[in-house]
């Protein structure tokens, strides 16, 4: 069965800090991941997807992810994080690379930035 | 740019009321998709359309209806509310044919009570 997990509901960094949001996900076929970020009373913004090939792909905002299949995972990375940062963040798997038909989502992580 | 509209921002009805929700896409994007967002919950896939035909079903309700019309507008119709479907419902829209991303709108709040 498909499932994404987000370990973390909550996360608070200081700005100007890294970020790590963890993502683990259970495809039974070749897996398309998404990272999307949703701000208050926003809709949902893709901010970098991996289908195949360099398994560190980069994003939007100084977002970038990376792919291991081996850990069935797919981290969402910032080398320094801005206030404008703080959002809801869904990481989601699906069977096709483009569109969203039948998107899987996490839970998401909620990101609060700190002065 | 254009982006996905959707209609109303918020709704509240009451139960067993119908509501219908509205999807405008961004021009000259041909397939539509509709996510129900619980409160606190993940987005849950509903039903897609391409070229006003039903292309992909998820998890919706027999209660809820969909169609695409000939503008590609898509309009998601609930009837017999539930106090339960009180949630966020997103609208996206893509080009198919193209290797595109899905642009998703600012959501429906639809409150039963």
Known sequence: AQSVTQPDIHITVSEGASLELRCNYSYGATPYLFWYVQSPGQGLQLLLKYFSGDTLVQGIKGFEAEFKRSQSSFNLRKPSVHWSDAAEYFCAVGAFPTGANNLFFGTGTRLTVIP | ?113
């Not at chain 2, 695409?68 to 106090?83: G, I, W």
Request: charged share 20%; glycine share 6%.
């Open chain 2, 1 to 113: 740019a254009a982006g996905v509209i959707q209609s109303p921002r918020h709704l509240i009805k009451e139960k067993r009321e119908t509501a219908t929700l509205k999807c405008y896409p961004i021009p000259r994007h041909d397939t539509v998709y509709w996510y129900q967002q619980g409160p606190g919950q993940d987005p849950q896939f509903l039903i897609s359309f391409y070229e006003k035909m039903q292309s992909d079903k998820g998890s919706i309700p027999d209660r809820f209806s969909a169609q695409q019309f000939s503008d590609y507008h898509s309009e998601l119709n609930m009837s017999s509310l539930e106090l339960g479907d009180s949630a966020l419902y997103f609208c996206a829209s893509s080009l198919a044919d193209r290797n595109t991303e899905a642009f998703f709108g600012q959501g429906t709040r639809l409150t039963v009570v």
